[in-house]
């Protein structure tokens, strides 16, 4: 079952940013997964928009090449300079319909 990381940053120090946008996309894909958006145009339609310079949306086959990825030793250094340098946060969900009422989505 395809899964979505979600990542959420607030950059407060660029110095990371180069190295990290042009190796994470490699790690990414050895994983499985592909980027289906990198952006920093972010539009709120309702509530307060986020204190965030960019969200990430990253697909991944599963949970398990989600979590490979973020556990992979050549992502460790990438991910602790993002650390230092920004404040975020990263979610995986799955395509699962909660209400349940969505034909084209398992129900969750």
């Known amino acids: 079952?395809?899964?979505y990381?979600?990542?959420?940053?607030?950059?407060?120090?660029?110095a990371w940013?180069?190295?990290?946008a042009a190796k994470t996309h490699e790690i990414v894909a050895r994983h499985g997964g592909k980027y289906l958006s990198r952006s920093a145009n972010i539009t709120t339609l309702e509530g307060t928009p986020p204190d965030t310079?960019?969200?990430?949306?990253?697909e991944f086959p599963s949970l398990d090449a989600a979590?490979?990825?973020a556990n992979d030793p050549d992502y460790a250094p990438l991910g602790k300079a993002r650390q230092a340098g920004s404040e975020g946060h990263f979610w995986v969900i799955?395509?699962?319909d909660a209400a349940?009422?969505?034909p084209?989505?398992?129900?969750g």
Do not use: S
């Open 1 to 3: 079952m395809p899964v």
């Open 5 to 14: 990381l979600i990542a959420q940053v607030k950059v407060t120090d660029d």
């Open 17 to 20: 940013v180069p190295e990290y």
């Open 53 to 58: 310079t960019l969200i990430a949306l990253v």
């Open 67 to 69: 979590k490979a990825f």
């Open 94 to 96: 799955d395509d699962t």
């Open 100 to 102: 349940g009422d969505i």
């Open 104 to 107: 084209y989505l398992p129900k």
